[in-house]
């Protein structure tokens, strides 16, 4: 990504891109002497916030694609997700690396931990970026994108409408900020809704497309005169530098009185873009007069990258360089300013070989999904995506199992609170009824499968090899039999098993679960029954075959995956089945669910109750780990319901 | 495959039948019976005849929550269906990486019922920290992301299995006439997962209206009986011991899903009717 590689940029916005992201850098460093009451930092601060954000919207707007409203919504969709959703999740994830080593200012997630992990995730997934706060841009980014494919194509043809629909926009979306507040941390909710930042896209978009009508005019595209630039960025500086103290309003943010676009506080009706406008001017007229030196466009074009690398800075780096340089090297006015404007470029300084290294390494995780690098060769695919997202949706609920688990929970114990341990799982195997539970169990669900399993194969072989009267019906009814709710039989069931001495005993389980077990077997088994052609039993019977050698010695063999397939299913329905079990063990044979739930008591051991629920996962893990190529061999269900 | 027409073969299906009528057929005439009770002890009941059915019929409540269920188990189908296909569709067919996907999605299916509930109670907690039980739409979006975490993977299965079996020359054969990738999904894969479909949809939809053990564990049908269900009501008349009014319930319920199981029968054989 050399200077000018690419021709359709405008090099003096790459330019205005470098002074944009140098803007972010000295804004968030500046933030941390407005923070400890500086009041040159609050001076600084407040200058830079009134118009830095709205110049990278301005920028956006010159750079957007206009031909984005033609395309349809899967193109869109793909260049959303590559572009700028990619490298928000891998960098994101990256950034979630750091506090694992070092300390942070991260506003309240208690990181490194599982808690401060979830919430900051789970934030980050409504839209507040936790751990990179300065990356919440990129999300900008993507709402304003949105809203640009949604409506520019009714805007497209004429420049009056533009303007007309940049300040309607602007109404629009200002009025909607403060009739609904829709994203303010100080209110009482579970979670933000602020995805991508939507809200603060519709204000910002008359920003975009005031960039796009200034592309459209070709300001600072072709060559403007040094005469001219200079007193205009003068007037525009001393335009910002008188109006930026007044920007005051009436905020949805309550903390800052000042315009923080990220809280969609904007201040001052008129003078929020007034100030912010002036701001941008007077950056892109400095633009538009300092030379292209290669550097400078290539940190310009890299800007992205720039904003996650500064949430290192933001996070870890700021916080305390500023409470040193105000306790031991200055704290008045300019040396506060010459001192941020050095911390700014030697904190750029510092990014370069980390943006080097991703444009070499791995460039299509950072937003340029056409090019290769040294580490990813191939572009990029995204086959395995979904399932590897499903499986981290599953896992997710998982993960605080297993941890909780592996971790002493009752105080007063040799192990102190909160410590790793394995005590946990070494106090299932010495406590005699959990073990006991585990094979009870065990017992019911094999009984279960060894009744289910035969009486459903004779069942199936004469559905899938004959017709006879009713076999309909008799069909419909053992499926009809499934349908009902295990709560409804609960109590007939008990009453008839407690007069033949099946309460207490796995038996009674395994019976019991054969009313929802044994439909669903035949219909799985009658499937796979029904892909063997009828042929080879009738070439057996020639051979000389018995009906019984034919089951045993050809039949059986050849439904090896079925048996196993039906076998997991038998397994998963009824070893997690918890309404039979529960009422058809009233003092002993409970199975582990059941042991499980005499855990909860007025101390209960939630440790000890996690280790138990991870151990009686594994049973399954390895009964779907030996039947796995059967699933993935297939079986098709052929009879209609 | 023409099947043989013989009455004999009634012999195979016998012991099934005979399981059948023990832990099934017998229990549900008790409970019809029972409806018609009113159960003071086992030994010592009264005839009402269809009092309780009038009871629950003509209650506000019952209608309540039936709509809940029901928009419980609209929301669970139109969610866990589609994105079941859409999972299965992304497995590889063969590998590693499809045997750690059938293993990794298995997970959700093995937890005992009565802690799925638990794990998500942690899990909130975690994430989204304390004060979601006191609203209802975070508990019922809670619920039904935990039914969608639960039960979508059986989905997967189902639909992995079936498409497993498509030939590998019935792509080659699309690849050659340039049909897309919804063309493909359209008329090879889908087609293929019908039936397998069918048996998903009632399966899930049978376990999502009769969901009990989860919503009842993550917040007990609360807050102010937003988020409970049809058997739910049950559950509460088993535990209280009104076995007349429970039975009668039951029946009801039993009714309803083969009725509406019935009428997705209907829907399903009047489409293939109309496409074919």
């Known amino acids: ?641 | 495959m023409k099947k043989i027409k013989n009455n004999k073969a009634w012999v195979f299906a016998v012991p099934a039948v005979v399981l059948l009528l023990f832990v099934a057929v017998l229990p549900l005439i008790m409970i019809v019976n029972y409806s018609f009770y009113d159960i003071f002890h086992i030994n010592s009941k009264v005839w009402v005849g269809l009092e309780w059915y009038h009871d629950v019929l003509g209650s506000l409540r019952f209608w309540e929550t039936f709509g809940r269920s029901l928009l419980f188990s609209t929301l669970v189908l139109a969610i866990e269906i589609p994105l079941g296909i859409a999972i299965a569709l992304h497995i590889p067919k063969q590998g590693v990486f499809s045997s750690v996907c059938l293993v990794c999605m298995a997970l959700p299916l093995l937890v005992p019922w009565n802690m799925i509930a638990m794990i998500w109670h942690v899990f909130l907690a975690i994430a989204f920290g304390s004060g979601w039980e006191l609203k209802a739409f975070p508990t019922w979006a809670a619920i039904v992301l935990m039914d969608v975490w639960h039960w979508t993977s059986l989905v997967v299965f189902l639909c992995y299995s079936s498409l497993t079996t498509i030939s590998p020359a019935f792509y080659q054969a699309a690849a050659i006439d340039g049909a897309s990738r919804w063309d493909v999904f359209r008329y090879i894969e889908l087609p293929k997962m019908k039936m397998v479909l069918i048996m998903a949809l009632l399966l899930r939809f049978i376990d999502s209206f009769m969901v009990f053990i989860e919503p009842f564990r993550l917040n007990a049908g609360g807050p102010r009986s937003t988020t409970t269900f049809l058997a739910m009501e049950l559950g509460q008349e088993i535990i209280s011991q009104d076995y007349g009014p429970a039975s009668a319930r039951a029946v009801i319920y039993f009714f309803i899903i083969i009725i509406i199981s019935w009428i997705f029968k209907k829907v399903i054989a009047v489409r293939e009717l109309k496409e074919g």
């Open chain 1, 1 to 641: 990504m050399d200077a000018g590689s690419k021709t359709n940029r405008f090099l003096t916005i790459d330019i205005a891109r470098f002074y944009a992201i140098a803007l972010v850098f000295f804004g968030h460093f500046v933030e941390e002497f407005m923070i400890l009451k500086n009041p040159a930092g609050i001076s600084l601060y407040k200058f830079t916030y009134s118009f830095h954000m709205v110049l990278f919207v301005v920028i956006a707007g010159y750079v957007a694609k206009e031909d984005l409203a033609n395309w349809r919504v899967g193109r869109f969709i793909t260049h959303c997700f590559s572009t700028r959703l990619l490298p928000f999740i891998f960098l994101t994830l990256v950034m979630m690396i750091p506090p694992l080593f070092f300390s942070g200012k991260f506003y309240g997630l208690p990181l490194p931990s599982l808690v401060g992990y979830f919430r900051g995730t789970v934030l980050t997934v409504f839209g507040l970026p936790s751990f990179c706060v300065p990356s919440w841009f990129l999300l900008l980014i993507i709402g304003l994108e949105l809203v640009h494919y949604t409506v520019f194509r009714f805007l497209k043809n004429s420049n009056a409408k533009i303007l007309a629909a940049a300040v309607g926009f602007y109404v629009a979306g200002y009025w909607l900020n403060l009739e609904f507040d829709i994203f303010n941390p100080l209110k009482e909710r579970v979670i933000g809704w602020n995805y991508f930042f939507i809200h603060g896209a519709i204000t910002l978009y008359s920003f975009y497309l005031l960039g796009i009508f200034l592309r459209r005019r070709h300001f600072l595209i072709q060559k403007v005169s040094t005469k001219i630039l200079v007193p205009a960025a003068v007037a525009a500086f001393f335009m910002v530098f008188f109006t930026y103290q007044l920007n005051n309003g009436p905020f949805n943010f309550h903390v800052y009185n000042h315009v923080v676009i990220m809280f969609a506080s904007y201040g001052h009706f008129l003078l929020f873009p007034l100030t912010a406008i002036a701001g941008c001017a007077c950056v892109l007229f400095i633009s538009g007069m300092t030379p292209a030196r290669k550097t400078i466009l290539w940190l310009g074009q890299n800007t992205m990258l720039l904003m996650f690398l500064n949430g290192i800075f933001y996070h870890y780096i700021n916080p305390g360089l500023a409470g040193w340089i105000l306790d031991n090297v200055a704290s008045s006015g300019l040396p506060v300013f010459y001192l941020s404007c050095m911390v700014t470029l030697v904190s750029l300084a510092l990014c370069m070989p980390f943006v080097f290294l991703f444009n070499r390494l791995a460039p299509q995780l950072v937003g340029k999904p056409k090019l290769t690098g040294l580490l990813l060769k191939s572009p990029l695919h995204f086959r395995w995506l979904p399932t590897t997202a499903y499986i981290v949706f599953l896992f997710l609920p998982l993960i605080p199992l297993v941890s909780v688990s592996l971790h002493s929970t009752l105080r007063g114990e040799m192990v102190p609170f909160g410590e790793f341990t394995l005590s946990n799982y070494i106090h299932v195997f010495q406590n005699p009824v959990l073990t006991g539970s585990i094979l009870n169990s065990i017992a019911y669900v094999t009984l279960n499968i060894l009744i289910t399993l035969p009486v459903a194969f004779l069942a199936a072989y004469g559905f899938s090899r004959y017709t006879f009267s009713g076999d309909k019906y008799l069909f419909f009814c053992t499926l009809a039999l499934r349908m009902m709710p295990p709560v409804v039989m609960v109590l007939p069931v008990f009453l008839i098993f407690l007069q033949i001495d099946l309460v207490n005993r796995p038996l009674g389980i395994a019976l019991a679960h054969c009313a929802f077990n044994l439909p669903i077997s035949i219909w799985v088994l009658e499937s796979f029954l029904a892909a063997i052609p009828r042929e080879i039993d009738e070439i057996a019977f020639i051979d000389g075959h018995s009906f019984f050698q034919f089951f045993t010695r050809i039949l059986i063999p050849l439904m090896g995956p079925g048996i196993a397939v039906t076998a997991f299913f038998c397994f998963m329905f009824s070893w997690v089945e918890i309404v039979f079990a529960r009422i058809l063990t009233v003092t002993s044979g409970k199975p582990i669910s059941m042991a499980i739930s005499t855990l909860f008591t007025f101390r209960t051991d939630i440790g000890l109750v996690m280790a138990m629920t991870v151990l009686s996962i594994i049973p399954g893990v390895l009964m779907i780990y030996f039947v796995r190529n059967h699933i993935a061999k297939g079986f098709t269900i052929k009879t209609a319901v």
